[in-house]
Every structure is written in C-alpha cells, then in structure tokens.
C-alpha cells in the first residue's frame, strides 16, 4: 500500500503539491474568517466599519495571491528551472490503459500471431529466458501497408501479456521549440518506468515512428530543425540502451507504415529494436477469415447467399480495415432502402464505392451509352479468354471517378511477379477497347487514350518495360536501359534506341492483331455483351458468368483439366 503510494506521488507530485497547498489556503482562509467573525461582534460600530474595509481589501488580495499570482509563480519557476521553458510546452499527456483485445481477435495475420506470441511468452516467463542466458527484447517494430493491425496488434500482445499499455504517436514528438521532442521522449519512458515498477511491467507503444525516425543529418537550414530531430532521436536512442541497466521488464513496441532502410540505422541495429515483424495485407485464405468476422457483427439476410469466397476473391490487396469499412458501408446501404439486414447486392454497391468512388452525376447521352458499352466489352471478352490469371467480376458503363465506364478484373490467387505471358496478356486487355470500337465503329474514341491510366499508356508502358527493361524485344537486346540514365537522358546511341522502339512497336502490334482476330471470330458475343451491357448500365460477377456460358465461351483463367 505505502509503495504504491510513493509511486503515485513520484507519478504525480507537482498536481499533489498544488492541490495541498490550495486546500491548506483554503482551511486558513475558513478558520480566519470564523475567528475574525467571532472578534467582530464585540467591536464598536466605527472601529466594525474600519475593521470591514481592512478585512475586504485583505481577502481580495489574498484570493488574488492565492488563486492567481501563487500558482503562477510557481509555474513559471519549475518551468524554468526544469529544464526547458518552451520545451515543456504541449508536453504529453499519456494515461495508463489497460486494453482488452485477445490474439483470438486478431484475424488475417497469421504469421505476425506467430511471432507476437513468441513475444508474448517471453514477456510472461522471464525466468525461461534467464535460465537459457538471454535477455528479454526491448525493441520490437512492425513493418506494413497502414490499415492491416498493427496498431491492433499491440494492444493483443499487451492484453495477452497481462501490462499496461502506454501509446503515444512520433508526430507528438515533432515541435516547433529544439528540445521539445526529447524533453517529451525523456517524460514518456519516465512514466513507464514509474508504472513498471508499480505493475510488474509495462509496454510502450509508438506509433507512426517514422514521424521522428528518420535518418539523422547535418543542420544545414541554421533554424535548428534538423537538430530538434537529431535530438530526438539521440533521446529515443539513450532511453532504449537504458532500460538495459535495470530490469523493469518495459518492451517498446513501434509501428510505421515505411521500409526498413527508411528509418535511422542506429535503431535498427541489435539491442534495440532486435526483432522485427512484418504485417502485409492478407491473402486470399486471410480475406474470407476477416469477412466471416465481421459479417458476424451485421445482420446479414438469410435468403441472400453470401459469398465470402467471392468477396475474399474480388477485394485483392485490400486491408482489414477496407474490408471493415466495406461491410459497414453495406449496413448503411441497406438502411438507406429501409432494411435491417445487408444482402450480397449490398456488399457488391460497397465494393464499388471503396474501390472506384462514388458514381458520378455525368449523363451519357444515348450515343455515348453505345459507344462505351463497346469499348467496356472489348476489355471484358479480352480479359476473359485471353488473361491467364484474371476473372473478369464487374462491367459497367456508370460513370465513376472520371471514366464513362470500367471492367473490374482481378487474380484468381495473388501474384508477386509477372512473366512474359501475363505481360503480353494485359497488354492484349488493354488494346482489346480500341479493337472492339474499331470493329464497331471503323474509328475509335478518346477513350484509348488521353493521358496517364489510359488503355494505349498502360499498354505503351507495358510493353516498353518488356523491351528496355526485362530483355523481352524480338531483337534480342538485353539489359535495363534505363539504368544507363544520367541528368534525365538514357546514355544509349540513337540506333539502339530506334531498335528499342521497334521492339515495343512490334509487340504492341501483334498484340493488336491477335485481339481484332478474336473479337471477330467472337462478334455475336462482343455485340451480346455490349447490349446486356447497356441493357442493365452493370452487370455482375454471375451476369457476366452467364452470358459467356450462353455462348459456350472458356475462361483462361480457369482451364479445363
């Protein structure tokens, strides 16, 4: 009892000592008015009145001294005398949490569980690591996309750890006065060592690190900047060599959202930040655990067969947290419509806005509607019997984000890296819009191209990488030329560059040939697809499924064993 209570003096003894001496001031003040209300009865009318006028003028003055120039005084003395006047200045004002996320709550990270586990035990059972002679880790960071847990993370392996758990972000350690940030660093790890040897322990958690993480370097600007984060950064670094001196049993944990080589290399070496985990979006098997967890928060109707497969298969390279949002943004689409419970149409609207934005308010006139339902279903029939990874999950001719229309294709399983068939594939997608209305039309739009994210840039880019930089040209030239590049010019004779060039020429036409052949064999297809396509302004993953089955069409994603 009496340790825990110096502990909490030694917490907060500046708040003690103003609050003590407020409530003696105010004892004083009580007593004095008592006893001098005693004397006043049994004084003379013109001595009662002097007496007044004294006794006012001196309880103003002494609430003016006590309430006002008291603590002011004594606040600009320990600002002062503490170390920093300006730098203590927005100090921090961190509270001990206790947080209760278990890792069972933590989904779609399998092998980060892992090793936050191996943490976690070690955290629980120091004796085992003493026995086996190691120290426990001080410094843990977590590397990954933002959105995918690691925040969340943390707060599992403090709950699971049974420590209190204190939180603070980098930017909190940036400010505007030089030493503003480490007199902030110094005043975190001083409350967690206060709380560590109250609890047995405690965990700190930064997050955003990279925010006063950086590398550290000369002041150059002579504003001082450059040094306030130097600063930071030395005190960061002293507080973590220093938890080694005394056993406290404090674990720093950090998060950032930026690579390894772009933090200051001092924490990156052993003994401090010594173990490193790194959280990456989750895959095809992760996607569908984190739908099933939150379907299982919504209501969800019975009738509406929910696809979390699908779902998991159509959302590639999303988060957690985009699939959160996700489901929460169908719950708002069905009370829009007056329905407590979300359908799979629901969920499909939901994808669409986080993916490709709100539908916008353009109109398409009647000619346009044609116009891009054919250049939409010549991405779609391409995509689909051609891309040998692709499935082709949304057509649609509803203007978003700029575009009249798009087709939505995605993997059947992710992909780390791409060869020369997948390569020539979304070349042959992209140019399959200005085959379709060049067969239709016998003249093509705007649409192909325009500027960047066009079809025509993203098959010229496509195929220029192919030909300067993976050594994929018809002339055989190999290498990455555009290594060879100094003051913005590829240092390469001309004649190399002019055979380069027609290495891209011949891939993009070939491409091009190969596209207007299948879209002739398959006219009856393209012109179904254009029409179901302006017939319903979208169509589904099922729409689209069934409309290529019509015509007994494969896809080449999925070959027939």
């Not at 009580?30 to 006028?53: C, G, K, P, T, W």
């Not at 969800?300 to 497969?309: F, H, K």
Request: charged share 25%; glycine share 6%; proline share 3%.
């Amino acid at each position: 009892m009496w340790r825990k209570l110096l502990i909490f003096m030694q917490l907060y003894w500046i708040r003690t000592i103003l609050i003590s001496a407020f409530m003696t001031m105010i004892i004083w003040m009580i007593q004095f008015m008592l006893v001098s209300n005693a004397n006043y009865d049994q004084l003379e009318s013109f001595s009662r009145r002097n007496l007044s006028a004294q006794i006012g003028q001196s309880l103003i003055m002494f609430i003016f001294v006590t309430i006002v120039q008291l603590p002011l005084t004594f606040g600009i003395y320990y600002w002062i005398m503490s170390g920093g006047a300006a730098g203590k200045l927005g100090a921090l004002d961190l509270k001990k949490t206790r947080v209760n996320i278990k890792m069972s709550d933590v989904i779609g990270m399998d092998e980060p569980k892992r090793e936050a586990w191996e943490l976690v035990k070690l955290l629980k059972d120091r004796a085992m690591v003493k026995r086996i002679g190691g120290k426990i880790i001080k410094g843990t960071i977590m590397f990954g996309p933002p959105g995918c847990g690691k925040t969340y993370l943390a707060k599992a392996i403090a709950t699971e750890a049974g420590l209190p758990f204190l939180s603070a972000v980098g930017s909190e350690f940036v400010a505007m006065f030089v030493g503003q940030g480490a007199a902030r660093m110094k005043s975190l790890f001083k409350q967690a060592r206060t709380l560590a040897s109250m609890e047995g322990g405690c965990i700190i958690f930064i997050d955003e690190i990279d925010s006063f993480a950086r590398p550290r370097m000369a002041d150059t600007t002579g504003w001082g900047g450059q040094s306030s984060h130097n600063a930071t950064i030395n005190q960061f670094l002293t507080e973590l060599d220093g938890l080694r001196k005394t056993e406290n049993n404090i674990v720093v944990l950090a998060a950032t959202n930026v690579s390894e080589s772009d933090l200051d290399e001092a924490m990156m070496r052993a003994g401090r930040f010594e173990r490193k985990i790194y959280v990456s979006r989750p895959n095809l098997k992760e996607r569908k655990e984190v739908f099933d967890f939150y379907l299982k928060r919504v209501e969800t109707a019975p009738e509406a067969n929910i696809n979390t497969e699908l779902l998991a298969q159509k959302t590639l390279w999303f988060s957690p947290a985009d699939i959160d949002y996700m489901v929460r943004e169908a719950s708002i689409l069905a009370l829009r419509d007056k329905r407590d419970q979300i359908t799979m149409k629901d969920l499909n609207t939901a994808y669409d806005r986080v993916a490709f934005g709100m539908k916008s308010n353009v109109i398409l006139t009647e000619k346009e509607k044609v116009w891009t339902a054919y250049h939409e279903a010549g991405h779609a029939l391409i995509a689909y019997l051609t891309h040998p990874t692709n499935d082709v999950i949304k057509a649609t001719i509803i203007p978003h984000r700029g575009a009249l229309g798009f087709v939505s294709q995605r993997p059947t399983e992710e992909l780390h890296s791409s060869n020369r068939e997948h390569l020539l594939a979304n070349i042959k997608v992209a140019l399959g819009s200005y085959a379709a209305e060049t067969i239709k039309f016998g003249t093509t739009s705007s649409g192909v191209g325009g500027g960047p994210g066009s079809d025509f840039d993203s098959a010229m880019r496509t195929a220029h990488s192919m030909v300067w930089s993976l050594g994929m040209g018809k002339s055989g030239l190999i290498g990455d030329f555009h290594s060879l590049t100094k003051n913005n010019m590829v240092l390469i004779s001309e004649k190399t560059k002019e055979t380069l060039d027609h290495d891209v020429q011949v891939i993009l036409q070939s491409c091009l040939k190969e596209v207007t052949a299948i879209l002739n064999d398959k006219r009856e297809l393209l012109d179904t697809f254009a029409q179901e396509l302006m017939a319903k302004s979208e169509l589904e993953y099922e729409e689209i499924e069934a409309i290529f089955q019509k015509f007994n069409a494969k896809p080449a994603s999925r070959p027939t064993v």
